[in-house]
């Protein structure tokens, strides 16, 4: 039973991680909790950590401040924000801080007349654009609302997880990476590590090491206990007015299960014949045919070349594919 207040999963990917990664951002932190779990005690105690942490770079004079992680990140995440609008430098702390909790003042009671949640279906606590939605409106509309359009109606709730997302995603390289998958069990967990390490790097004021998008997300595919029960999605994506953008890369469930189940050793043999790693995690996401493209082009290479050839290579080369080949329905 959920009332109007509580987490609900919904079939937004960016509202789905948002709402695990309350957990953390609630201080929660208890695996056998789901978001729809959550109070309404433990869901404003999160609100307000993520307000402080916007709030706390008020005081700093740019981005590159010692403490500019959410303020670097609010251009890619929120352009145009009380955080960040064109009038930033030259308001007061106490300008900015108000407008930033102004910003981030959740509506407690439904518009009327009553309008249903875009994402949920419940009472909508207000009309929303591009600012909290990320992604939201295509680049031809940036910031602005069509003649007419009050906006997109969300819930209080909902609103929350999608102010949440940015702790369950990879914030490096002028890009949110975020990985989600229909499986709830393997989203939690994946979810919580990254909330973590967001977290972390936001205390630590530093950014997060770059790396390659498909690096972090076979990365954390290994690190988690099983493969995910459906296709992992990695949306690469920036809400920044100038650099708007959105790339989803699947990984194939069979595929996924079949990497994640290799030992360590059996991973590295292939990737030292079908390397370097970077190519190879791309290299998955491309499905079965890609992998077995890889595979014929390295045995083409030994075939072609009487100089390069060595037997056990092409042997071995010829055995993953029969591998792939069984393993892949
Ligand atoms: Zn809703």
């Not at 307000?48 to 609010?74: E, P």
């Not at 249903?116 to 207000?126: F, V």
């Not at 954390?220 to 999605?233: F, Y």
Request: glycine share 6%; proline share 6%; net charge neutral.
């Amino acid at each position: 039973m959920t009332d109007s207040s509580s987490i609900v999963l919904t079939s937004h990917p960016l509202q789905r991680v948002g709402a695990f990664a309350l957990l953390i951002v609630s201080g929660v932190d208890d695996a056998s909790r789901t978001p729809e779990t959550l109070t309404g005690e433990e869901i404003d105690v999160a609100v307000a950590a993520m307000t402080a942490d916007l709030v706390s770079t008020a005081g700093l004079v740019d981005s590159r401040a010692r403490g500019g992680f959410w303020l670097a990140a609010s251009y890619m995440l929120w352009p145009n924000s009380a955080m960040n609008d064109s009038q930033r430098a030259r308001r007061s702390v106490a300008e900015r801080t108000e407008r930033i909790t102004g910003w981030r003042a959740y509506p407690q009671e439904p518009i009327n007349p009553c309008v249903p949640c875009w994402l949920c279906g419940r009472p909508a606590c207000g009309w929303y654009g591009k600012v909290d939605i990320p992604l939201g409106a295509s680049i031809e509309h940036r910031n602005h609302t069509g003649p007419g359009h009050q906006g997109t109606p969300l819930c209080r709730a909902c609103l929350v997880c999608l102010h949440a997302a940015p702790y369950g995603s990879l914030l490096a390289r002028g890009r949110a990476v975020t990985l989600h998958s229909w499986d709830d069990e393997w989203l939690a967990a994946t979810v919580r590590r990254q909330a973590l390490r967001t977290r972390a790097a936001a205390t630590a004021r530093e950014t997060e090491a770059p790396v390659h998008w498909q690096d972090h997300a076979v990365a954390e595919l290994l690190a988690t206990s099983r493969a995910p029960s459906s296709q992992l999605e990695v949306m690469v994506w920036s809400n920044s007015n100038r650099d708007q953008a959105l790339v989803v890369h699947q990984l194939d469930e069979s595929l996924a299960r079949w990497w994640h189940g290799l030992t360590p050793e059996r991973r590295q043999q292939l990737t030292d014949l079908l390397g370097p790693q970077t190519v190879i995690n791309e290299v998955l996401f491309g499905g079965q045919r890609t992998v077995l493209r890889r595979i014929t082009e390295q045995l083409h290479r030994q075939v072609d070349d009487p100089a390069v050839m060595d037997w056990p290579t092409v042997r071995a080369l010829s055995s993953v594919g029969l591998e792939v080949g069984q393993a892949i329905p």
